[in-house]
């Protein structure tokens, strides 16, 4: 759109609106559009903005309904505390993991010092 103004504006020729002021400027007329070729142009815009309008107006109208704020605060709320039952789900999955891991280790630790086994132990 504004790329549409931009080129309606540097396409005209200037025009005397009133007698008062006189025309101190002129473009080259080989950039200058022809009356028609500029209609045509002012109009395209014109329904360019009138099509984006009724975009706006549509999209406007398919926003939801807004919540009461008793209703946002009390779905917030149990947002909430899903978070912090999700967190602690997650902190006692963390301790779990590195309990197994600490056990994994020790296991290994004790078969790999264990004299039986590294007797047998390749190399």
């Not at 109208?61 to 209703?71: F, K, N, W």
Request: hydrophobic residues 40%; glycine residues 2%.
């Amino acid at each position: 759109m504004s790329r549409s103004i931009a080129y309606l504006t540097t396409r005209v020729n200037f025009v005397q609106v009133s007698d008062e002021i006189p025309i101190t400027k002129q473009r080259n007329p080989d950039k200058v559009d022809p009356p028609d070729v500029f209609e045509a142009n002012k109009k395209e815009l014109v329904d360019d903005l009138m099509v984006k309008a009724k975009q706006i107006e549509y999209l406007i109208q398919s926003l939801p309904i807004p919540e009461p704020e008793e209703v946002q605060a009390a779905r917030l709320s149990t947002l909430e505390e899903e978070m912090q039952q999700a967190n602690q789900d997650y902190a006692a999955a963390v301790a779990r993991a590195k309990a197994l891991h600490a056990q994994i280790s020790d296991t290994l630790r004790g078969i790999l010092s264990d004299d039986e086994f590294a007797a047998e132990a390749p190399g």
